[in-house]
């Protein structure tokens, strides 16, 4: 009699091995651009200096706005963001994201782990192979 039931349970828990799994943070395949408010000002292009203010947060499958923990803001260290485009002096997602913006811009970009921190991460506030959705202001091109 515990036979028949021990094999019914085997098969049960064989079939939720094999269903659907839950969408995970590396099953971001591109980067994602979304413009919030397109702005009026000069244009961010290649060799061109930016700057930027900007939120951080790893990507959740889960939450709504697929915004998990909050790992940087430069909105809250009171820092802004300069770099040159094409310079590899940030991610790739992020240099990608922000190209083709204008000043006054704002824009939201989900970045696949492969153009963030891959599979190396970033300190302890970035896990590897973690997808990660910026918001971004360009407020500046020099």
Known sequence: MYRPLALFATALLALGAFGPRPVQADDVTKLTITDQKVGTGNTARDDATVTINYTGWL????????????????????????????????????????????????????????????????????????ALVFDIELVGVH
């Open 59 to 130: 990507y959740d499958a889960k939450a709504p706005d697929h915004r998990g923990a909050k790992f940087d803001s430069s909105y809250e260290s009171g820092r802004p963001l300069t770099f040159a485009i094409g310079a590899e002096e940030v991610i790739s997602g992020m240099d990608s994201g922000v190209k083709g913006m204008r000043v006054g811009g704002k824009r939201e970009i989900i970045i696949p782990s492969g153009m963030g921190y891959g599979h190396h991460g970033a300190g302890s506030k970035i896990p590897p192979d973690h």
